[in-house]
C-alpha cells in the first residue's frame, strides 16, 4: 500500500522556520522524482519545489528560491523541505507528491497534507 506521509506543519511566527517530512512507503522511493506542493485557502494548488529521483537536482518557485529547501534521503525514503523566513503568504496546506514516468506509463501518489500557518 502507497503512503506518503507528511508532518512539521504548525503555526509559525512571521520571520520563523519550520522543517516538513515526507515519510513514503509501498513504492520504491528512489525511482520517484519528489515535490512539494501547497494550496492556500481560494487558490489552486501550486508547485514549492521539486528534487529529482538521483543526483538531486532541484527546482524551486520563484517565490522560494533563497528561503526553502527541498531535500530527500533514499535510505530512509524520506523527502525534506526546510522553510526558512516565513511570510503570512505561505500559510497553506503542503503535499508531499510522487511522480514518475516509465516508458508509456505514469504513476503519481499523494501525501494528506500538513497546514502550514505563519500568523503573529
Known amino acids: 500500500q502507497v503512503q506518503l506521509v507528511e508532518s512539521g506543519g504548525g503555526l509559525v511566527q512571521p520571520g520563523g522556520s519550520l522543517r516538513l517530512s515526507c515519510a513514503a512507503s509501498?513504492?520504491?522511493?528512489?525511482?520517484?522524482?519528489m515535490s512539494w506542493y501547497r494550496q492556500a485557502p481560494g487558490k489552486e494548488r501550486e508547485l514549492v519545489a521539486a528534487?529529482?529521483?538521483?543526483?538531486?537536482?532541484?527546482n524551486y518557485a520563484d517565490s522560494m528560491k533563497g528561503r526553502f529547501t527541498i531535500s530527500r534521503d533514499n535510505a530512509k525514503n524520506t523527502m525534506y523541505l526546510q522553510m526558512n523566513s516565513l511570510k503570512p503568504e505561505d500559510t497553506a496546506v503542503y503535499y508531499c507528491?510522487?511522480?514518475?514516468?516509465?516508458?508509456?506509463?505514469?504513476?503519481?501518489?499523494w501525501g494528506q497534507g500538513t497546514q502550514v500557518t505563519v500568523s503573529s
Open positions: 507528491n510522487a511522480h514518475r514516468k516509465l516508458l508509456l506509463n505514469e504513476y503519481e501518489y
Open positions: 528534487i529529482t529521483s538521483v543526483g538531486g537536482r532541484t
Open positions: 509501498g513504492f520504491t522511493f528512489s525511482n520517484y522524482i
